[in-house]
């Protein structure tokens, strides 16, 4: 949590500069802080407080489920849309192909030192030496890297000739459509027509233009530090292996054996709390989440826990993992269980 900060900032930051660079009005952000409280729910809040900083700039936030069929339906209404990583890769790809095909779009991987530019999808083994690959991705990706070192004259010539490519209908096999398409193509085929048109412009589509921009090439800096928080230590969640019977019977059995410093505040079973007042309809597994919590709200040691885990093991249970249940600065640092 403490260093996942700096990460979700730089990423925010970047999504809110790139928009007011490209002249963009609206900032979307997609999470599924709902469920995922502690991770997707600072993402949120890192979003919140980096948008405060741009009042020039839209901002919106979406759940990422109804973001998506959003996407789906109107991706006409979004602009530039910042989400953590997983959904990321997920929905760009969905992004491209509602614009044709995953094989259209580009991407950038930008840091403080070093930037590598591929197209969306990564490679293509499946239709390697074929001659059928849409090149679109990768051609996209070389005029973002044109762009980022400074050379958006150049830039700009190629991403045109890509238009007018496009634009005079001659496609690679995934975008192509009979009665829309004039002639289908090969990879070769199509870089060399785009190739053919260099200097032009395209006749129905939006000419792109970019304005001169030094390199944004940088020298590497070291990475900045990750404040420290003050840590401790409120308890541990154990987690069993265990199949002797109903959840109330693990549950009283637990409870004897968390001695001094320790309550058993819950047992969940695939996410469901089934101790205490759990429904006996439930179904369990074998694999039990026993959450121990301090009893007075002080920090335990480390000892403490050893010895908590001597008298499980002593019990005949068999833990497989523990986690400590920490707080930073005095924040919760860990997720609440059903109930809690």
């Given at each position: 949590?403490?260093?996942?900060?700096?990460?979700?900032?730089?990423?925010v930051?970047?999504?809110?500069?790139?928009a007011?660079?490209?002249?963009?009005?609206?900032?979307?952000?997609?999470?599924?802080?709902?469920?995922?409280?502690?991770?997707?729910?600072?993402?949120?809040?890192?979003?919140?407080?980096?948008?405060?900083?741009y009042p020039?700039?839209?901002?919106?936030?979406?759940?990422?489920?109804?973001?998506?069929?959003?996407?789906?339906?109107?991706?006409?209404?979004?602009?530039?849309?910042?989400?953590?990583?997983?959904?990321?890769?997920?929905?760009?790809d969905?992004?491209?192909?509602?614009?044709?095909?995953?094989?259209?779009?580009?991407?950038?991987n930008?840091?403080?030192?070093?930037?590598?530019?591929?197209?969306?999808?990564?490679?293509?083994?499946?239709?390697?030496?074929?001659?059928?690959?849409?090149?679109?991705?990768l051609?996209?990706?070389?005029?973002?890297?044109?762009?980022?070192?400074?050379q958006?004259?150049v830039?700009?010539?190629?991403?045109?000739?890509?238009?007018?490519t496009?634009?005079?209908?001659i496609?690679t096999?995934?975008?192509y459509?009979?009665?829309v398409?004039k002639?289908?193509?090969?990879?070769?085929?199509?870089?060399?027509?785009?190739?053919r048109?260099?200097?032009?412009?395209p006749?129905t589509?939006?000419?792109?233009?970019?304005?001169?921009?030094?390199?944004?090439?940088?020298?590497?800096r070291?990475?900045?530090?990750?404040?420290?928080?003050?840590?401790?230590?409120?308890?541990?969640?154990?987690?069993?292996?265990?199949?002797?019977?109903?959840?109330?019977?693990?549950?009283?059995?637990?409870?004897?054996?968390s001695?001094a410093?320790?309550?058993?505040?819950?047992?969940?079973?695939?996410?469901?709390?089934?101790?205490?007042?759990?429904?006996?309809?439930?179904?369990?597994v074998?694999?039990?989440?026993?959450?121990?919590?301090?009893?007075?709200?002080?920090?335990?040691t480390?000892?403490?826990?050893?010895?908590?885990?001597?008298?499980v093991?002593?019990?005949?249970?068999?833990?497989?993992k523990?986690?400590?249940?920490?707080?930073?600065?005095r924040e919760?640092?860990?997720?609440?269980?059903?109930?809690?």
């Open positions: 949590m403490v260093q996942g900060r700096p990460g979700c900032e730089k990423i930051r970047y999504a809110f500069e790139y007011r660079q490209n002249r963009r009005k609206k900032v979307t952000c997609f999470t599924k802080d709902n469920i995922m409280k502690m991770t997707d729910g600072l993402f949120h809040r890192v979003f919140d407080e980096v948008g405060a900083e020039d700039l839209e901002k919106e936030h979406w759940i990422v489920d109804i973001g998506a069929a959003k996407l789906a339906d109107t991706p006409e209404t979004f602009d530039v849309i910042v989400m953590p990583n997983l959904y990321g890769d997920i929905l760009s969905v992004a491209a192909q509602i614009a044709g095909s995953v094989g259209l779009a580009g991407s950038a930008v840091g403080d030192g070093v930037a590598m530019f591929e197209a969306i999808h990564g490679s293509a083994p499946r239709r390697a030496g074929q001659d059928l690959a849409n090149p679109s991705g051609l996209l990706a070389g005029v973002m890297m044109l762009n980022h070192v400074g958006a004259d830039a700009e010539r190629v991403h045109n000739a890509w238009l007018r496009v634009e005079d209908g496609h096999y995934d975008v459509a009979e009665g398409s002639r289908k193509v090969g990879t070769r085929e199509f870089a060399r027509e785009v190739a048109r260099l200097g032009q412009d006749g589509l939006n000419a792109v233009r970019y304005a001169p921009a030094p390199a944004t090439r940088r020298a590497p070291p990475a900045a530090a990750v404040p420290r928080a003050a840590k401790e230590t409120l308890g541990v969640d154990v987690f069993l292996q265990w199949s002797g019977g109903a959840p109330a019977a693990l549950g009283d059995a637990l409870a004897r054996l001695g410093g320790f309550t058993l505040k819950m047992i969940t079973n695939r996410g469901v709390k089934v101790w205490p007042d759990g429904f006996p309809e439930t179904f369990c074998d694999h039990w989440r026993c959450r121990f919590l301090s009893t007075d709200g002080r920090p335990v480390h000892r403490a826990i050893l010895e908590l885990l001597g008298r093991e002593s019990a005949g249970y068999d833990f497989v523990t986690e400590n249940l920490c707080s930073f600065d919760r640092g860990w997720s609440l269980g059903q109930g809690e």
